[in-house]
């Protein structure tokens, strides 16, 4: 699944493209590199988003094109909020 759309899906980020416009601008690492909308997660991945206040960092649980509200925080795991 495309970083971007793991964002919106996951309701980490609002909207898709807020989540574009963020790893564009490098305010997202998956693994420790800098991330491009397009890069494809996998299970097990760890991804930070860094916010103007801190920083977000969880590992990818489970990757679903669609998932209710109270389902959405299943996708994740959160390691460190910052």
Do not use: W
């Amino acid at each position: 699944m495309r970083l971007d759309k793991f964002l919106k899906v996951s309701r980490i980020l609002k909207r898709r493209t807020v989540a574009q416009e963020a790893c564009s601008e490098g305010k997202v690492d998956v693994n420790g590199r800098p991330a491009k909308p397009g890069c494809q997660l996998k299970v097990g991945d760890l991804v930070v988003v860094h916010f103007a206040g801190g920083a977000l960092t969880f590992r990818v649980k489970m990757l679903k094109e669609s998932v209710k509200k109270d389902e959405a925080d299943k996708m994740y795991e959160i390691i460190a909020e910052l």
